[in-house]
């Protein structure tokens, strides 16, 4: 795939020379990250997946969120087809990237009062004993037929949304029951399975600590969350707090994922319509994906998943009431052409710097215009007091990442000529300090002046809505 030169809202060099583009890897060439991407809704045919495959590989993802789709399974009872599911296991992992299933919706052979074939939201287990038997069939089945390519099984996907829970008004403790005896499923198969509960949109304490009260916490390996918030760090630091006490308190060996996230590339016709959309396209959308990844790095979750691979137009959107609804265009990828859109660019220059070799790690970094003192302090000091800064090393280089988090549909102007101060330590020292645009994926040298031995000050930097990063050249 030939890298897009041209990606990026970069009016801005400001003196800065470009001096490189950063290397992408392919997913087979990174040992492991935290960087999922979302292949859902192939149990309803939504998008291609063979037009999907090769442009993930070259992304460098490492993890593939995929419905294991009973309705799609099996059509005649007793009886199932696993050819579509296995050629997009064994796709993915060809490639380097790690699939890992959520077992969701029901079947229509047994849930015969959903009002749409697919059974979305359609919960077997109050479908009485026939239809509970079946789940139960087919979750041994399918664990059985992919244990040996899959490690990480997911259950149900927003059981706290009527949407996906239309049987009965959703609640916690009727979630953790059926997540409880679907996991003694999956556990008597293979012991060594990894449970992921939850899969709860938005952060629904309420329904999660029913859930663990009930008992959650004891069959799951980690608990998974959907955020869909427009400014990607609205309430997150609270809430990832606050999901970790409850943890805390229930079930103290769990982790936490962020399972599902997305922003629109268009500002109507599509889905999401929903999220309050003033002013959206394609270069805010490949802002907005770098700046909720990082925002998941910064707070430690071991997982985060974007939503989707591509935009879902292959055939109607379908929810748990049956109608079709317009479609989803949170794609990396454009749902007609399967053409790489800026997002993927970006998604693209995160996975080949958080990989391995990039580690969480707090260093000194302060944001400011210019030495402290200075009377210009004044007249800008919101615009640092506001800035997210967070460090890292990659291959013992210190590497960080600082940006406004305003809200990027306001179209705000582009700010320059800042300066960001660092504490050179010893072990940790940049001696070649570039700036990364995730965005573009280019490479620019920085002016640097020392100061009062170990500060260092960097000049005349960019200070955007969505993060640049700040490395040494060798890191790369």
């Not at 063979?50 to 009973?70: F, N």
């Not at 629904?204 to 959650?216: P, T, V």
């Not at 630091?237 to 006490?245: E, P």
């Not at 490479?443 to 809505?465: A, G, Q």
């Amino acid at each position: 795939m030939i890298f897009n030169e041209n990606a990026g809202p970069f009016p801005w060099a400001y003196g800065m020379k470009h001096i490189s583009n950063l290397m992408p890897k392919k997913s087979d060439e990174i040992r492991s990250s935290a960087i999922s991407v979302g292949f859902e809704t192939l149990d309803r045919e939504l998008f291609n997946p063979d037009a999907c495959y090769q442009p993930l590989a070259e992304c460098g993802v490492k993890w593939a969120r995929c419905q294991t789709g009973w309705s799609r399974c099996e059509k005649e009872k007793g009886h199932y087809d696993f050819a579509w599911l296995d050629s997009v296991a064994d796709n993915l992992l060809a490639r380097g990237i790690e699939p890992w299933f959520s077992l969701s919706y029901g079947n229509i052979l047994y849930c015969t009062d959903a009002p749409h074939a697919s059974c979305v939201g359609s919960v077997p287990m109050y479908y009485g004993d026939e239809a509970l038997t079946a789940w139960k069939n087919f979750v041994e089945a399918v664990v059985t037929r992919y244990s040996n390519r899959v490690r990480h099984w997911e259950i149900w996907n927003e059981p706290n949304g009527e949407w996906c829970w239309g049987n009965v008004k959703p609640n916690g403790a009727d979630y953790a029951r059926f997540a409880r005896l679907t996991a003694e499923v999956v556990h008597r198969v293979d012991p060594q399975a990894r449970i992921i509960g939850g899969a709860v949109c938005g952060f629904d304490f309420n329904f999660i600590e029913e859930a663990l009260l009930a008992g959650l916490g004891d069959c799951c390996y980690a608990l998974s969350f959907h955020a869909y918030h427009l400014v990607p760090e609205w309430g997150c630091a609270s809430a990832i707090a606050f999901l970790r006490r409850l943890l805390a308190r229930h079930a103290p060996n769990v982790k936490l994922w962020q399972g599902e996230t997305g922003c629109p590339s268009v500002m109507t016709g599509h889905h999401d319509e929903w999220l309050g959309i003033r002013n959206i396209n394609e270069e805010i959308q490949a802002k907005w994906v770098t700046r909720r990844l990082l925002t998941d790095l910064r707070h430690g979750l071991e997982l985060s998943s974007y939503f989707h691979t591509a935009d879902l137009m292959e055939r109607p959107y379908v929810m748990g009431d049956g109608k079709e609804t317009k479609p989803v265009m949170l794609g990396l990828l454009n749902g007609l052409s399967y053409s790489p859109k800026k997002a993927y660019f970006a998604l693209r220059s995160l996975c080949a710097l958080f990989d391995q070799d990039t580690i969480k790690e707090d260093l000194f970094i302060r944001l400011a215009n210019t030495v402290c003192g200075d009377p210009t302090w004044t007249s800008d000091r919101d615009k640092y007091l506001t800035a997210v800064a967070d460090s890292y090393t990659r291959k013992g280089y210190p590497l960080y990442v600082y940006y406004r988090p305003i809200d990027m549909q306001n179209e705000s102007p582009v700010e320059s000529s800042h300066s960001v101060h660092v504490w050179n330590e010893a072990e940790k020292k940049m001696d070649e300090p570039v700036l990364v645009d995730p965005v573009s994926g280019k490479i620019y040298s920085t002016t640097v002046m020392e100061l009062k031995r170990n500060l260092t000050v960097i000049r005349n930097l960019p200070l955007m809505d969505y993060p640049l990063i700040l490395t040494d050249a060798k890191a790369l």
